[in-house]
C-alpha cells in the first residue's frame, strides 16, 4: 500500500513538472525538480553588470601618477602609439608619472587596428619588464593591446590561442589576477576603458576576433574630455559611429533570458549577455547623445561640449554594450576590415591599408536592422524617432526599414564613403566575407534574428551601395 502511494505520489510530481510554466519569471528548472534530479536550463535566467571604475573631468589626466602610486605599482608599463606619442595627452600623462616618481617605461609602437602579430610584439615587451602596473594611452587600439600584453604576461606560459575567442581559439576562461589596468581614452568611440574585450586582426584569416572576458577589463578608466580637441574629423566621425551601433546593437540584441547555453557556473557566463534592463539605460541613453551631438562633434572641432559629450558618451555606450552584446553590424565587420585591400582612410595617420573600425561596423548598418526589424519592431522604431524620424503613422512592419533610412541619412550627411563598393570591394568578396562573418558567432548569435549564409550574403551585397 506504500508503495501504491509513493508510486501515485511520484506521477503526480512528474505530471506538475510537466506542466508547469517554463518562462525565466516562473520556472524552477534550474535549481532541480521536486524529483531530486538536476535539470539543466538551455537558456540562461540571470544577467551580471561588471564594468570598471570610472573617473570622468576636464584634466583628471593629471592624476594618474598618483593613481599608480595608490595602487603601490613600482614599474610600470606605459602603452600608446606613434601617432599620440607626438600629442599632448602622453606628454600629460608621462608628466604626471615623472612628478610622482613613478618609474615607466613607455612602448609606442601599438598598431592602429591591431593584428595577432602587434599585440605578441606588445606582449614580448611586457614581459620582459616585469611590470606591476600598466597605463593606456590611446584608442581602442592601444588599450585592446594593453588589455592582451596584461593577460600574457600574467599566464606566461600560455598559447596565444588559449584565450582567444572560440572557434579561431580556445576561448578557456580566465581564472587569475591580472596586474592593475588605468585607461586613459583619447577617442569617442570604443569604450574599450569600462569592457573586458580586447579585438584584432587574426592575420591568417584576414577576419578580426578576439578575447573576451570580464577579467581583462581596466581597473579604472580616465576619461578626459580635453583629448578630445586632437581628433581629426573623420576619426571623430568613425568613433563616433562605432558609439552608434554599440546603442543600436546592444538594444536590439536578443534578450539575456532567451540566450543560449545557460552557464553551468557563473564563471562560464559569457561578458556579452543580451540585452538587458541595465544595459538598456545606457544604451538608450547614449543614443539620445548620439542624435544630439555627433553631427556637431564632427563638424565642428572647437564644438568642445559636441566633443565632450561624445567622449563621455563612449563610455555610457562601454557600459551598455560590454555587459549586453554587440550582434551583425560588429560581426559583419570583422572580415570587412581583415581583408581590406587598397583602401587608405581619410585622416589616419598610418602606412598600412586600413578601414577604420567604426566605418566597417557602420556601413552594414542601414540593411542589418532592415533585416532584423521584424523582430522587436518597437525598439527599431523607439531608435529611429530617438535619431529624428516621425514615426507617428509608423506600422510595426516597417521599423526596420524606417531605421535604415534614417542611419543612411545620417551617413549621407556625414560624408560616408557610398558602401563596400567604395572600400574596395565587389560582389565576388561577398562568399569570402560571409566566411569571415561565420567565425564571429560570438556576436552574430546575439542577433534578434537568426540568420543564414544567404542572408549575410544579402546583406552585404544590400551593403555594395548605400545612396
Known amino acids: 500500500m506504500a ?73 610600470v608599463c606605459v602603452m600608446t602609439d606613434k601617432n599620440l606619442a607626438r600629442l599632448p595627452p602622453l ?18 609602437d601599438v598598431r592602429v ?17 616585469a611590470f606591476d602596473a600598466y597605463v593606456a594611452v590611446g584608442g581602442g587600439s592601444v588599450i585592446d593591446t594593453c588589455k592582451a600584453a596584461n593577460l600574457y604576461t600574467s599566464s606566461p606560459d600560455a598559447d596565444f590561442l588559449d584565450y582567444v575567442n572560440a572557434p579561431v581559439g580556445k576561448g578557456k576562461p580566465i581564472n587569475f589576477s591580472l596586474k592593475p ?27 578580426k576576433t578576439g578575447i573576451a572576458s570580464r577579467a581583462i577589463r581596466p581597473t579604472l578608466g580616465l576619461v578626459d574630455p580635453l583629448h578630445t580637441s586632437y581628433l581629426p574629423e573623420r576619426v571623430c566621425a568613425n568613433s563616433g559611429f562605432d558609439v552608434l551601433c554599440h546603442c543600436l546593437e546592444s538594444y536590439t540584441a536578443i534578450p539575456y533570458d532567451r540566450r543560449e547555453p545557460c552557464p553551468t557556473n557563473p564563471l ?4 556579452y549577455q543580451g540585452s538587458n534592463p541595465i544595459s538598456d539605460v545606457w544604451s538608450r541613453h547614449t543614443l539620445h547623445l548620439v542624435a544630439k551631438y555627433l553631427k556637431r562633434a564632427v563638424q565642428n572641432r572647437d564644438d568642445f561640449e559636441a566633443r565632450s559629450q561624445m567622449h563621455l558618451g563612449s563610455t555610457f555606450a562601454g557600459i551598455g554594450f560590454g555587459n549586453a552584446g554587440v550582434h551583425l553590424c560588429h560581426g559583419m565587420s570583422y572580415p570587412i576590415s ?21 566605418l566597417s561596423v557602420v556601413v552594414t548598418s542601414p540593411a542589418v536592422f532592415s533585416f532584423t526589424g521584424s523582430m522587436c519592431p518597437e525598439r527599431h522604431l523607439e531608435a529611429a524617432e530617438i535619431l529624428g524620424a516621425d514615426i507617428r503613422q509608423a506600422c510595426r512592419a516597417d521599423a526596420g526599414r524606417i531605421l535604415a533610412d534614417v542611419l543612411r541619412q545620417m551617413l549621407f550627411d556625414l560624408g560616408v564613403d ?24 560570438r556576436v552574430t548569435k546575439l542577433s534578434p534574428r537568426a540568420q543564414t549564409e544567404e542572408d549575410l550574403s544579402l546583406i552585404f551585397e544590400e551593403s555594395m551601395k548605400l545612396y
Request: proline share 4%; aromatic share 8%.
Open 3 to 75: 508503495g501504491s502511494r509513493a508510486d501515485k505520489v511520484i506521477q503526480l510530481l512528474r505530471y506538475l513538472h510537466s506542466v508547469t510554466c517554463r518562462c525565466p519569471a516562473h520556472s524552477q528548472a534550474y535549481s532541480g525538480s521536486a524529483l531530486g534530479n538536476a535539470v539543466q536550463r538551455k537558456t540562461d535566467y540571470a544577467f551580471e553588470m561588471a564594468c570598471s571604475s570610472i573617473r570622468y573631468g576636464k584634466g583628471v589626466t593629471q592624476e594618474v601618477g598618483m593613481d599608480v602610486q595608490n595602487i603601490g605599482a613600482r614599474r
Open 91 to 108: 606628454r600629460n600623462v608621462l608628466d604626471s608619472l615623472t612628478r610622482h616618481a613613478v618609474n615607466f617605461d613607455l612602448f609606442d
Open 113 to 129: 587596428e591591431p593584428t595577432d602579430g602587434s599585440f605578441k610584439k606588445a606582449i614580448a615587451f611586457a614581459r620582459q619588464g
Open 181 to 207: 589596468l588605468i585607461a586613459i581614452p583619447t577617442t569617442t568611440g570604443t569604450g574599450s576603458e569600462t569592457t573586458g574585450v580586447a579585438i584584432f586582426d587574426h592575420e591568417p584569416l584576414k577576419s
Open 268 to 271: 562560464y557566463r559569457p561578458a
Open 338 to 358: 581583415g581583408m581590406v585591400k587598397t583602401y587608405k582612410a581619410k585622416g589616419y595617420n598610418v602606412e598600412h591599408n586600413l578601414v577604420p573600425h567604426g
Open 418 to 441: 557610398n558602401g563596400l563598393s567604395a572600400l574596395g570591394y565587389s560582389r565576388d568578396d561577398i562568399p569570402e566575407l560571409v566566411r569571415g562573418t561565420l567565425l564571429q558567432e
